[in-house]
């Protein structure tokens, strides 16, 4: 299998609340785990990414988290900003590939 | 250093018609892959190329092909435009190594829309 399976699909937060979007997948041969933000009109930009053998990975505000056994990970923005108000890609990867398997992604707004 | 740039950046074409999209990886780049995003679809892989050869293709019929360039920069070809076709579609690049965590960089994209 080869789906990446994520959630919501869309996302209110109140400007300083906590953003969480879930991330599901399959195949356990997936070694790299990135995370993009694409914002209207432009393309999606590498936000941040682990890889399995780290169950947790802080950059600012924005944190991933990692279940291997659940085959599971999300992402975490702290503080959210109005700025912050883009569409969220979690996406998958194995050995090196740039064949990325991406979820269908999630709208987040963030209200002022 | 800039980024990974495509050309063009809008395009309108008539079905039936042919299409081919650039695009210049970073600077010592040597991996591109390209990606077709859709609001229905969301994104999805078309192929990857290394040092001008194909290393893997999505699954996408044989309207859709491309090539790398011996300067790593890339083109993709989609022949017999449907209205379907109509797209962004991304061009990424990376280093190329082969162990995980190879940061996969994408340009602006080029949008397509077939009438």
């Known amino acids: 299998q080869q789906q990446v399976k994520q959630s919501p699909q869309s996302l209110i937060v109140q400007k300083g609340g906590i953003s969480i979007i879930n991330c599901a997948y399959e195949?356990?041969?997936?070694?790299?785990f990135p995370w993009y933000q694409q914002f209207p009109g432009k393309g999606p930009a590498l936000l941040i990414a682990i890889r399995p053998d780290v169950s947790e990975k802080k950059e600012g505000r924005f944190t991933i988290s990692f279940n291997k056994s659940a085959k599971q990970f999300s992402l975490h923005i702290m503080d959210s900003q109005p700025g912050d108000s883009a569409t969220y890609f979690c996406?998958?990867?194995?050995?090196?590939?740039?064949?990325?398997?991406f979820g269908k992604g999630t709208k987040l707004t963030v209200n002022p | 250093k800039a980024g990974v740039t495509q050309t063009p950046r809008y395009l309108i074409k008539t079905r039936g018609q042919q299409v081919t999209l650039s695009c210049s990886p970073i600077?010592?780049?040597?991996?591109v892959s390209w990606y077709q995003q859709t609001p229905g679809q969301g994104l999805q892989f078309l192929f990857e190329?290394?040092?001008?050869?194909?290393?893997n293709k999505g699954n996408f019929p044989g309207r859709f092909s491309g090539r790398q360039f011996s300067n790593s920069r890339s083109e993709m070809n989609v022949s017999t435009l449907e209205l379907g076709d109509s797209a962004l579609y991304l061009c990424?690049?990376?280093?190329?190594?082969?162990?995980?965590?190879?940061?996969?960089?994408f340009g602006e994209g080029s949008w397509l829309t077939v009438v």
């Open positions: 195949n356990t041969a997936f070694d790299y």
């Open positions: 990424a690049s990376s280093l190329a190594g082969m162990t995980a965590g190879n940061t996969i960089y």
């Open positions: 190329y290394f040092s001008e050869t194909q290393r």
């Open positions: 600077s010592g780049h040597r991996s």
């Open positions: 996406a998958a990867s194995r050995g090196g590939s740039e064949k990325l398997v």
